[in-house]
């Protein structure tokens, strides 16, 4: 298939580097990847990056034509950059090419979807897959004046930000009643877990409109190894420093875990550089709340990692603690299960699937350190448990979230809805002509 994917602020290339092809001189593929800018770790980048990076060259793999169209955000990328076999990132010139926050890129989404009407005219793509809800609108947009068939994710949804963070969300103030249109217009809605599902149904979305589908991890990448070295033993908690991510929940239970032997220590990656933290207001309120529970001296941040070392700090830990308030899907738990590590997590959105409560590693409820201290705890003070955990999470990470494995689901939905688009213009050619009356094609 000729695949079309949208993913308007979320570039796969703050990833990895781009290779050499398309791109043209390999001076420029590297001027493209530094123009990524803030990389993972920033307030706008992280899951939607890796995510539709892993599924663009999954689909590669697996022999399909994948173009992704991101917005231009520098104006010394080359239009094209190669990302690997049969995966090309297109940057689409609409707004300044600047880096812009994401809630910025709504009134440049018309023009977003007039470069991908021009594009998809000149080589007509077979399916097209939006990611997050302003790339869905241009895509919708530029489908229904090309004929082609539009599916959506929407990784996260206005409706439980809006509920979540209330007076402090920054979307725009539309976001949910276009959201609800954007469902019910696209040809399907790919979920990423369950509890998605609901919150679509809230808004008025047939159930029978939607499949699930979750999101995936390299399980080549992200690996088991040793046991962590002897020393204090390491909670790991990995996200983008904003407040919802629950962060100083891990802290607060930090402070409140009953321990005998070495006090533990928590270890917090992402958000700024290394070089950065100081200057970062949410780092300053999470050393605040660390000097308040008594443990600024085992609360260590180390800023943003790259990819490449980020399997090794996995593996570096006792547990690994995801402790958000909300959470879409969440990949830091599947990362840490691949590396075979045990994770305590909050009861929210797609962690409520990927962890096992008992199996793979613990649920607690969010913004609950109590709770969280107490499953922390049982998991350092009984390491053949946590052993025994990261076990079966490396086996349920293997068996149903390999990323081929996830390609291969989001392939047959999009085959489903061809199929579905072939038989729906067969019945409407095979009407009497007064039946066609008002039908829109």
């Known amino acids: ?5 949208i993913s308007e602020h979320a570039s796969p290339l703050a990833c990895t580097a781009p290779t050499a092809g ?27 990056n890796v995510h539709v990076h892993a599924l663009a060259t999954a689909l590669g793999r697996a022999g399909h034509e994948v173009v992704v169209h991101t917005r231009r955000t520098d104006p010394v990328s080359p239009q094209r950059v190669a990302l690997g076999p049969g995966v090309v990132v297109d940057h689409v010139p609409a707004g300044p090419a600047v880096e812009l926050g994401k809630d910025e890129l709504l009134e440049h989404m018309g023009e977003f979807a007039a470069v991908l009407r021009r594009r998809w005219r000149e080589r007509t793509p077979d399916v097209a897959h939006a990611h997050f809800w302003m790339s869905g609108i241009a895509a919708l947009e530029a ?3 090309t004929g082609v068939p539009v599916t959506q994710t929407f990784h996260a949804l206005g409706s439980v930000k809006r509920r979540h963070q209330g007076a402090q969300d920054t979307s725009p103030p539309e976001r949910v009643a276009r959201e609800s249109d954007l469902a019910a217009s696209v040809d399907r809605v790919i979920a990423t877990c369950r509890d998605e599902v609901a919150e679509l149904v809230a808004l008025g979305v047939s159930a029978d409109r939607v499949d699930v589908v979750p999101c995936g991890v390299d399980v080549g990448h992200f690996t088991p190894g040793p046991a962590p070295t002897p020393g204090p033993p390491r909670i790991l908690a990995v996200s983008r420093l904003v407040p919802r991510k629950g962060v100083d929940t891990a802290i607060r239970a930090l402070g409140r875990l009953a321990v005998t032997g070495p006090a533990p220590e928590l270890v ?3 958000g700024p550089t290394a070089t950065t933290l100081d200057d970062d207001a949410e780092v300053a309120r999470l050393r605040a709340i660390a000097a308040a529970e008594g443990v600024a001296d085992r609360v260590h941040f180390v800023g943003r990692v790259s990819p490449a070392a980020m399997p090794e700090l996995m593996r570096s830990a006792d547990v690994v603690a995801c402790l958000p308030a909300y959470e879409p899907f969440g990949l830091v738990p599947l990362e840490a299960m691949a ?8 009861r929210v959105g797609g962690l409520a699937d990927t962890v096992v409560d008992g199996h793979t590693g613990l649920h607690v409820p969010p913004g609950d350190p109590d709770a969280a201290a107490r499953a922390l705890g049982a998991l350092l003070a009984d390491p053949a448990r946590a052993a025994r955990l990261g ?11 390999g990323w081929d494995r996830v390609a291969a689901a989001t392939e047959a939905v999009y085959r489903d809805v061809l199929t579905a688009r072939v038989g729906a213009t067969a019945s409407a050619s095979s009407l009497p002509a007064a039946g066609l009356t008002g039908v829109r094609s």
């Open 143 to 145: 489908g229904r004046a």
């Open 1 to 5: 298939m000729r695949i079309a994917m």
């Open 268 to 270: 917090v990656a992402g």
């Open 339 to 346: 590396c075979g590590r045990p994770v305590v997590a909050a």
């Open 22 to 48: 398309t791109a043209g001189p390999a001076e420029a593929a590297d001027a493209a990847h530094r123009a990524v800018g803030a990389g993972i770790g920033a307030v706008d980048a992280g899951g939607q």
């Open 391 to 401: 076990r079966a999470g490396r086996a349920r990470a293997e068996t149903d979230y």
